[in-house]
T-cell receptor
């Protein structure tokens, strides 16, 4: 079916506001990942969901960041009380295989700008 | 020490030449290694993955892995201007990415 989709494609918000970013993985993919990429930088792992297992949250930079995945499909990344340093492109990826070998397919990303 | 080290470049090669991109990593337990290509303003796309020592070839691309030296490389033969992009290496399941090497292929 269709690839990974993310919404919104762009989000401009004011410092201190909360934002929600959405990811629709490829149908049937059990693994879902969130990354962020700051301007001119590499990708930074945020969180990983695999099936019904507890998510790996080891990459979340602070407790202002949280994510959930409902029904093993759609995921929402929430950033509370946004700060200017949160400005980045947030990328979601999904994979059909757990563990190290599964190829991850990336969505187009959400560009977040915090004023 | 960063977990993944890449030369940021840009690496400039003439059209038709071999481009060699290198990456070192710090986690000796890493089992799987990936090369992603990212065009400006676009999302990364997987080019190659490798998990055994040695070479793996796919078309114009060859990935090389040396676990003893903690070194992985990507060779692009017959480089084309369309290969101009940033190449990211990564390892493990929660992909730990290098910062990428920008490749410029001159026509």
């Amino acid at each position: 079916g269709a690839g990974v989709s993310q919404s919104p494609s762009n989000k401009v918000t004011e410092k201190g506001k909360d934002v929600e970013l959405r990811c629709d993985p490829i149908s049937g993919h059990t693994a879902l990942y969130w990354y962020r990429q700051s301007l001119g930088q590499g990708l930074e792992f945020l969180i990983y969901f695999q099936g019904n297992s507890a998510p790996d949250k080891s990459g979340l930079p602070s407790d202002r960041f949280s994510a959930e995945r409902t029904g093993g499909s759609v995921s929402t990344l929430t950033i509370q009380r946004t700060q200017q340093e949160d400005s980045a492109v947030y990328l979601c990826a999904s994979s059909s295989l757990a563990g190290a070998i599964g190829e991850q397919f990336f969505g187009p990303g959400t560009r977040l700008t915090v004023l | 020490q960063k977990e993944v080290e890449q030369n940021s470049g840009p690496l400039s090669v003439p059209e038709g030449a071999i481009a060699s991109l290198n990456c070192t990593y710090s986690d000796r337990g890493s089992q799987s290694f990936f090369w992603y290509r990212q065009y400006s303003g676009k999302s990364p796309e997987l080019i190659m993955f490798i998990y055994s020592n040695g070479d793996k070839e796919d078309g114009r691309f060859t990935a090389q892995l040396n676990k003893a030296s903690q070194y992985v490389s990507l060779l692009i033969r017959d480089s084309q201007p369309s290969d101009s992009a940033t190449y990211l290496c990564a390892f493990a399941y929660k992909l730990i990415f290098g910062s990428g090497t920008r490749l410029l292929v001159r026509p």
